[in-house]
């Protein structure tokens, strides 16, 4: 990274809120929605003078890119740095010898989620607020839940839809408390608004909290470091996208740093039996409609079975479609296949959400759409915490 050169005396905040849609610019506020056209925020930083700091914690390291104004609002070891290496054997087997692995499934709680959780919890404690409500598929949740008991004076309440209860790791904890809704992931958020607005307690903003999105960033910042140099693809399973937002904000940061020597394509994977945004994609759309949206979804990929995806889906449109991406499916009986070659070929275990990456990735390049020469970085994004076998 560059020379430390000393900061604007001047400026008299890290960060501005800029909306990503109409590029509007607001002071540092808890503010999640910009108020001229609801599209979503992101801090923006003057990338000059970023240096990376020698420390274990990687909010540490990357204090710079980060939406903070002092380290003390972070807690010491909710995530770790986790590794990012070639993955020579699987990628010969798929047709992508230049594939790279980011292995997140060894964070604490098995998923890159703990990343977010740390931004989040970090950023409520600089605003002041102590409690909130959040729903998620069950990783976000988790992390959030483990986040949450590391701060003795933080209170959090979670929903989730009941077929989701299993992939919920939340201790029975006065402080981080999990309500179960007769209903689905959208059912849950609904009921979370509801009660965060009757008991009048701050509501986590899911895919609009950008705290959240700067958290699962530092995967990718971890990655580009790691690598030798910069991938012409980048892969990762996709619910909401805002872990591919945050890999996108991470690569313009990186590119407009020198760090990155070109933008990647974002390559983003859903399953077969739900996946609105490919078929959206697929069907050449810039919105989603009630058509896209999946009741009752089911499949192995249980982390990423989001129904809904029409409030993110313009944002997940115009990376894939400004980066010469792509948002695709993979069926199921390639989950299994992923699954067990990354097991047997690179020893590593994952969940099916990250083995529909890897299974992306093999549609691919079989279909001659990633070529032989390319570099290709998977974000690996957890395991399971069930025994689901292979
Ligand atoms: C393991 C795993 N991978 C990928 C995702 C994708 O999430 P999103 O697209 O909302 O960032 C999730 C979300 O819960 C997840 O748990
Ligand atoms: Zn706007």
New binding site residues.
């Given amino acids: 990274m560059h020379t430390p050169a000393p900061k604007d005396p001047s400026l008299p905040a890290k960060f501005v809120l800029a909306c990503v849609l109409c590029q509007s610019e607001f002071p540092a506020a808890l503010m999640y929605r910009c108020p001229e056209c609801a599209g979503a925020l992101e801090p923006r930083y003057a990338l000059t003078g970023m240096v990376r700091h020698d420390h274990p914690d990687p909010e540490q390291v990357y204090f710079d890119l980060l939406p903070l104004t002092s380290r003390d609002f972070l807690d010491s070891g909710v995530t770790v740095r986790t590794p990012c290496r070639p993955a020579p054997r699987l990628g010969e087997a798929i047709g992508v010898p230049g594939l790279w692995i980011k292995d997140?499934s060894q964070q604490p709680t098995r998923?890159?989620?703990d990343r977010l959780a740390s931004l989040v919890t970090a950023v409520l404690r600089q605003f002041g607020v102590k409690e909130f409500v959040g729903s998620?598929?069950?990783?976000?949740s988790t992390a959030l839940a483990r986040a949450v008991r590391m701060d003795p004076t933080m209170q959090a309440w979670f929903f989730c839809g009941k077929d989701f209860v299993a992939n919920h790791d939340i201790p029975d904890d006065s402080r981080t408390v999990l309500t179960v809704v007769d209903g689905s992931y959208v059912d849950a958020t609904a009921e979370a608004r509801r009660y965060a607005a009757a008991e009048d307690i701050h509501l986590d903003a899911?895919?609009f909290n950008w705290a959240r999105r700067e958290g699962?960033k530092l995967a990718y910042l971890e990655a580009f470091d790691a690598m030798d140099r910069t991938p012409d693809v980048v892969v990762?399973?996709?619910?909401?996208?805002?872990?591919?937002?945050?890999a996108h904000k991470g690569a313009r940061e990186y590119l407009a740093m020198g760090e990155l020597s070109h933008m990647p394509a974002f390559l983003?994977v859903q399953e077969e039996s739900c996946a609105p945004a490919a078929r959206g994609w697929q069907e050449g759309r810039t919105e989603l409609s009630d058509v896209h949206r999946i009741e009752n979804p089911r499949g192995l990929?249980t982390?990423?079975l989001?129904g809904d995806g029409a409030p993110?889906y313009r944002y997940l449109h115009s990376i894939a479609a400004d980066t010469g991406g792509a948002i695709v499916s993979a069926a199921r009986p390639d989950l299994v296949t992923a699954r067990r070659m990354l097991s047997e070929l690179e020893g590593i275990d994952v969940?099916y959400?990250?083995a529909a990456a890897i299974a992306g990735v093999r549609d691919r390049a079989a279909a001659g759409l990633i070529r032989p020469d390319e570099t290709v970085l998977v974000n690996l994004?957890?395991?399971s915490r069930m025994v689901d076998g292979l």
């Fill in positions: 997140e998923t890159t989620k998620s598929t069950g990783n976000s899911g895919f699962l990762q399973a996709v619910s909401s996208g805002m872990g591919m937002l945050a983003m990929a982390a990423i989001l993110y969940c959400a990250s994004t957890g395991r």
